[in-house]
């Protein structure tokens, strides 16, 4: 049955266009000379904000940026795009939540990649070897030890998040004890050391819900950097026992077939995921079209 199941795309933060060029990241003479070329685009980001204008990032020329780290995100047409990272949010700057699902593809890209970067740098200017500050080289994607002379890689932590179905064809649906009354959205969970995603759905779903998952099976991706995550959407089939949340981190967990989640969403009963949430496209690719909520 679950085969039946495509998550609906495009997933706002997994839109990515501009090539990485990463054989530049070391070539010191052409990260020079594209930083004097002021058609070379510039985007300053902050406190996990990127200035943007409507439906546009806003860039800035090289003599126009501030000081600070230079990250180069790519090249597309020719046009070489860095961020430089500060340490406050920019003017005008607007978060991935507020503005992922507005902004163009290669703008959603380039932030996406610019966010995630300074997010890892605010968080591991020291080594881990050593506990001397580390220094940034390859144009912002190693941090290096001048003591010991070890080398630090931006971190993804990738998580697993996944719609259960059973053999009613209904789906799982739990509300986390963090959060408010009604809200109810797939079960998701970080991929621990030794697991593959796989294990990691079957493991998150009986720990949270009680319910063993038979199988799984991989449905997209979204980069998720609050602060560092990639989200693996799986759909994932067990047998409908009944639901039995942990307490701790599960609140509340319950099967729903499709006519009681309309009818629960349109009587606003349940809140369902959404904005750029992958949660919602799974929840989606299940229902079989837009969900009934009002937003
Ligand atoms: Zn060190």
Redesign the pocket.
């Known amino acids: 049955m679950y085969d039946a199941y495509v998550m609906p795309g495009p997933l706002a933060l997994s839109r990515s266009t501009v090539d990485h060029a990463t054989h530049r990241r070391t070539d010191a003479a052409w990260l020079e000379a594209t930083w004097r070329d002021e058609t070379t685009r510039v985007l300053v980001v902050g406190a996990g904000t990127v200035p943007v204008d409507g439906h546009e990032l806003r860039f800035v020329s090289p003599s126009e940026a501030p000081d600070g780290h230079r990250y180069l995100l790519g090249v597309e047409d020719g046009i070489a795009y860095f961020a430089v990272g500060v340490d406050s949010a920019p003017a005008g700057g607007a978060t991935l939540r507020e503005v992922g699902a507005v902004l163009g593809d290669r703008d959603a890209g380039l932030a996406v990649h610019a966010v995630a970067l300074a997010n890892w740098h605010a968080a591991h200017r020291h ?1 881990a ?2 506990g ?1 500050p580390t220094e940034v080289s390859a144009a912002g994607h190693v941090r290096r ?1 001048p ?2 002379g ?1 080398e630090h890689y931006p971190r993804t932590d990738p998580a697993v998040i996944v719609l259960v179905t059973d053999e009613h064809d209904r789906c799982l649906l739990g509300r986390a004890t963090a959060w408010p009354e009604k809200r109810f959205s797939t079960l998701a969970g970080f991929v621990e050391p030794g697991e593959t995603p796989e294990h990691a759905v079957a493991r998150e779903v009986y720990e949270e819900a009680g319910v063993v998952v038979t199988s799984a099976r991989y449905a997209g991706a979204q980069p998720w950097p609050f602060p560092s995550s990639l989200m693996l959407g799986y759909y994932g089939t067990a047998t409908g026992t009944e639901p039995r949340p942990d307490g701790a981190e599960i609140a509340e967990a319950r099967w729903f077939k499709r006519d009681e989640l309309r009818s629960a969403a349109l009587a606003g009963d349940i809140l369902l995921p959404g904005g750029i949430s992958i949660a919602r496209r799974l929840v989606e690719g299940w229902y079989g079209g837009a969900l009934p909520t009002q937003g």
């Open positions: 080594c070897r050593c001397q030890c003591a010991d070890s």
